[in-house]
């Protein structure tokens, strides 16, 4: 049996295991996934032990994601963009760290509601890790330009600034994200705004955006925000942050297993859940 797992504080509402092992039995793979509960403290403990046990891979959430590269041989470029490992490899004892947030993000997004990004017009809502990680994943997509809005502005500048060679990336301000959102194709909520138990908060007024827009929001609790509501009433497309989950989980089974992952026996596990 190749072991495998997910480590975190709290883990004990992971849905990986879950989706992880219908995929493994659904393709007839020899495996077991466990959700492993690992404080700040046991995290190095945590990384030795899983390789002590000869696991074949972990992935990697709250809060270590960052913490966890210290103990990695070699770190994907994609997760070095991001500043962050959701994902390891174990390769006979040399442990690799990717990062398939952002990239399942953006499949999601591509197969879910707009399978061609290229010179489209995007705005981001929030500056944090998830931002961070999608925006390295979207720019490689050849957008004509992503805009950037944070409460916090200067994080804004910061990460559009680590970014500016990779595509057009700017940051708009408060009285300005109107008008950009009135422009633009796709709108992205990566902010915890809208997330239960505030069920009525929106990031931004969904009545600004495009009757034929995308409007794209991260959070999956409850699976369609205040946000998603009122831009699917508009007329918008919308996108649930269910998607990111699964095709995160996607690409960590592909990169372990070098098999394509059955998605659909994934996106069932993962919505019968719920
Ligand atoms: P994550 O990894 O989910 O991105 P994070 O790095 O803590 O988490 O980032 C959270 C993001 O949500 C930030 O952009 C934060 O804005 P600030 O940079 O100003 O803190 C944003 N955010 C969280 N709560 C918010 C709120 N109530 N209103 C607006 N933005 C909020």
């Not at 879950?18 to 393709?27: S, T």
């Not at 490899?89 to 442990?95: A, C, H, M, P, Q």
């Not at 925000?225 to 699917?232: D, G, M, N, P, S």
Request: with cysteine.
């Amino acid at each position: 049996t190749v072991l495998y797992g997910v480590i975190g504080d709290p883990i004990r509402h992971s849905k990986s295991p879950v989706m992880m092992n219908e995929a493994f039995r659904h393709m007839g793979i020899n495996a077991a996934y466990g959700a492993f509960h690992v404080t700040r403290e046991q995290l190095g403990d945590a990384i030795a032990g899983m390789c002590a046990m000869g696991f074949r891979g972990l992935n990697v959430t709250i809060p270590h994601k960052v913490d966890v590269m210290a103990y990695l041989d070699e770190i994907h470029a994609g997760a070095q963009a991001a500043g962050a490992v959701n994902t390891i490899v174990n390769e006979d004892g040399r442990l690799i760290g990717y990062n398939t947030d952002g990239i399942g993000y953006v499949r999601s997004l591509k197969e879910e509601v707009e399978l061609d990004l290229t010179g489209k017009t995007v705005v981001i809502l929030g500056a944090g890790g998830a931002a961070r990680g999608i925006l390295w994943a979207l720019a490689r997509e050849k957008p004509s330009a992503i805009l950037l809005a944070n409460r916090t502005a200067d994080k804004a500048e910061r990460l559009a600034a680590a970014f500016s060679a990779e595509c057009s990336v700017s940051v708009v301000n408060r009285d300005e994200l109107q008008e950009a959102c009135s422009d633009a194709d796709i709108v992205i909520n990566t902010t915890s705004v809208g997330m239960s138990p505030n069920l009525d908060a929106v990031p931004l007024d969904a009545a600004w955006l495009k009757q034929e827009a995308v409007a794209s929001d991260l959070v999956y609790n409850p699976r369609e925000t205040a946000f998603l509501r009122q831009a699917k009433q508009r007329g918008c497309r919308i996108h649930g942050g269910v998607g990111m989950f699964i095709y995160q989980g996607v690409y960590a089974f592909e990169y372990w297993t070098g098999q394509p992952a059955p998605i659909d026996v994934m996106r069932q596990a993962v919505v019968a859940s719920f």
